[in-house]
């Protein structure tokens, strides 16, 4: 490179684990959960809503959008893993 400048980029994985809370006995089904969320956690399987949390990217949408405040997420802190690669 011109001038002995080198160009460093890096990518990083952030993998979060958490917890949903999904109470069925308040649940009404409204399918905002499954039709906001960004990741596709929640989705519609039989009339039932299945959550896949290895999905969730604790963005809270869910949480924030559910009338009946059927859903709880908590951010489980021994799940934390970062992976940096870098190329130079």
């Known amino acids: 490179m011109k001038g002995g400048n080198k160009r460093l980029s890096a990518r990083c994985n952030i993998k979060l684990r958490v917890k949903i809370y999904l109470n069925r006995d308040i649940c009404n089904k409204c399918k905002l959960c499954v039709d906001y969320c960004p990741t596709s956690t929640f989705v519609l399987e039989s009339e039932e809503i299945k959550v896949r949390e ?5 963005c809270k949408s ?9 859903i709880r997420i908590a951010l489980l802190d021994e799940g934390l893993t970062i992976e940096v690669h870098r190329v130079l």
């Open 54 to 58: 290895e999905r969730c990217i604790y």
């Open 62 to 70: 869910c949480e924030v959008l559910c009338p009946k405040k059927a």
